[in-house]
């Protein structure tokens, strides 16, 4: 496994393991809760780290494979897609066990694929392009950089709920 792949691979733990640290102690009935002034919620957050690792570490390395509506919906993936406006209503949302399963699943199986991928493969381009290169290795690092843009959401959220800080 090249050095870039063992980078990005560690860098998707490191941002999956910080997140999960910050959504540890956020009760259930609060994901749903928009404090006033924010316009997301907990819920939204996850669902849209799902998607995206979805989207980044998945289909954009090898295209959609026939298991994959078994790890997320096509009517989860678009409630949470770039530019979707959170609902803060429960009962128009996906649960909150249902959203924690779709993020472990999919996180589950990125992990069990990555450590497969080739490098020629990853210095295939893409498009659109994503931050460090323009090619599914740039995927694959920016996976880990998005997670981190969206945990300090949650983090804010978090202080917002009237919780404490993660140490």
């Known amino acids: 496994m090249s050095t870039e792949l063992t980078l990005a691979i560690a860098q998707i733990r490191f941002a999956r393991e910080y997140t999960q640290s910050l959504l540890a102690e956020i009760p259930e009935e609060q994901w749903f809760l928009q404090p006033a002034g924010a316009t997301t919620h907990v819920a939204w957050q996850v669902g849209h780290l799902a998607m995206a690792q979805y989207g980044l570490c998945l289909f954009r390395i090898r295209g959609r494979a026939d298991a994959d509506p078994d790890l997320m919906s096509s009517t989860f993936r678009k409630k949470f897609s770039r530019g979707t406006a959170p ?21 589950e199986q990125s992990l069990l694929e990555l450590s497969g991928y080739q490098e020629s493969l990853l210095s295939e381009p893409v498009d ?40």
């Open 87 to 107: 609902d803060a209503d429960p009962a128009r949302n996906p649960s909150v066990a249902e959203i924690r399963q779709v993020f472990d699943r999919v996180n």
């Open 128 to 167: 659109p392009p994503y931050a460090v290169y323009p090619n599914k290795l740039g995927c694959l690092l920016f996976c880990s950089h998005h997670e981190m843009i969206h945990a300090g959401q949650i983090g804010l959220l978090r202080r917002l709920l009237g919780l404490n800080p993660v140490r």
